[in-house]
Protein backbone atom coordinates (compact mmCIF):
# COMPACT_ATOMS: atom_id res chain seq x y z
CA UNK A 1 0.00 0.00 0.00
CA UNK A 2 1.63 3.07 -1.05
CA UNK A 3 0.09 5.72 1.67
CA UNK A 4 1.59 8.68 -0.08
CA UNK A 5 -0.94 8.32 -2.75
CA UNK A 6 -4.09 8.25 -0.40
CA UNK A 7 -2.92 10.39 2.66
CA UNK A 8 -6.32 11.29 4.44
CA UNK A 9 -6.41 14.25 1.79
CA UNK A 10 -4.20 16.12 4.29
CA UNK A 11 -2.51 19.46 2.31
CA UNK A 12 1.19 18.78 2.64
CA UNK A 13 3.82 20.67 0.62
CA UNK A 14 4.72 18.92 -2.41
CA UNK A 15 8.44 19.20 -1.82
CA UNK A 16 11.24 16.70 -1.99
CA UNK A 17 10.62 16.30 1.85
CA UNK A 18 7.35 14.76 1.47
CA UNK A 19 8.67 12.41 -1.02
CA UNK A 20 11.60 11.21 1.75
CA UNK A 21 9.05 11.25 4.49
CA UNK A 22 6.60 8.97 2.66
CA UNK A 23 9.41 6.55 1.29
CA UNK A 24 10.57 6.19 5.24
CA UNK A 25 7.04 5.36 5.90
CA UNK A 26 5.86 3.28 3.32
CA UNK A 27 9.02 1.26 3.76
CA UNK A 28 8.52 0.40 7.47
CA UNK A 29 5.00 -0.35 6.24
CA UNK A 30 6.14 -2.80 4.10
CA UNK A 31 9.12 -4.16 5.62
CA UNK A 32 8.39 -3.83 9.79
CA UNK A 33 11.78 -3.54 12.05
CA UNK A 34 12.03 -6.19 14.99
CA UNK A 35 14.08 -4.17 17.11
CA UNK A 36 13.40 -1.15 19.61
CA UNK A 37 10.65 0.87 17.40
CA UNK A 38 8.79 4.29 18.33
CA UNK A 39 4.58 4.83 17.26
CA UNK A 40 4.77 7.22 14.93
CA UNK A 41 1.48 9.45 13.78
CA UNK A 42 2.00 9.54 9.96
CA UNK A 43 -0.67 12.60 9.69
CA UNK A 44 0.40 14.31 13.02
CA UNK A 45 -2.42 14.25 15.58
CA UNK A 46 -2.04 18.09 15.95
CA UNK A 47 -3.03 18.74 12.71
CA UNK A 48 -6.04 16.43 12.53
CA UNK A 49 -4.62 12.59 12.51
CA UNK A 50 -6.81 10.13 13.77
CA UNK A 51 -5.47 7.34 16.67
CA UNK A 52 -6.48 4.75 14.54
CA UNK A 53 -4.05 1.80 13.47
CA UNK A 54 -3.86 3.03 9.64
CA UNK A 55 -2.17 6.41 10.75
CA UNK A 56 0.27 4.62 12.89
CA UNK A 57 3.56 3.32 11.83
CA UNK A 58 6.50 1.95 13.94
CA UNK A 59 9.76 3.56 13.23
CA UNK A 60 13.35 2.99 14.67
CA UNK A 61 14.28 5.79 16.63
CA UNK A 62 16.10 7.46 14.10
CA UNK A 63 13.72 7.24 11.43
CA UNK A 64 11.26 8.80 13.81
CA UNK A 65 13.74 11.77 14.20
CA UNK A 66 14.02 12.69 10.90
CA UNK A 67 10.24 12.32 9.83
CA UNK A 68 9.37 14.89 12.91
CA UNK A 69 12.16 17.22 11.11
CA UNK A 70 10.87 16.71 7.54
CA UNK A 71 7.26 17.18 8.81
CA UNK A 72 8.53 20.86 9.29
CA UNK A 73 9.30 21.20 5.73
CA UNK A 74 5.84 19.78 4.59
CA UNK A 75 3.71 21.97 6.23
CA UNK A 76 3.10 25.60 6.65
CA UNK A 77 0.71 28.12 8.94
CA UNK A 78 -0.57 26.97 11.78
CA UNK A 79 -0.09 23.52 11.36
CA UNK A 80 3.86 24.58 11.14
CA UNK A 81 3.66 26.37 14.33
CA UNK A 82 2.09 22.98 15.84
CA UNK A 83 5.22 20.82 14.42
Known amino acids: MNIYNSIFDYNFLHTKYTKWYFNIINK ?3 NP ?5 ERHHILPSSIGGAEI ?3 L ?3 TAKEH ?3 HLLLTKMVTGN ?3 KM
Open 28 to 30: RIA
Open 33 to 37: YNGYT
Open 53 to 55: DSN
Open 57 to 59: VKL
Open 65 to 67: YVC
Open 79 to 81: ALY
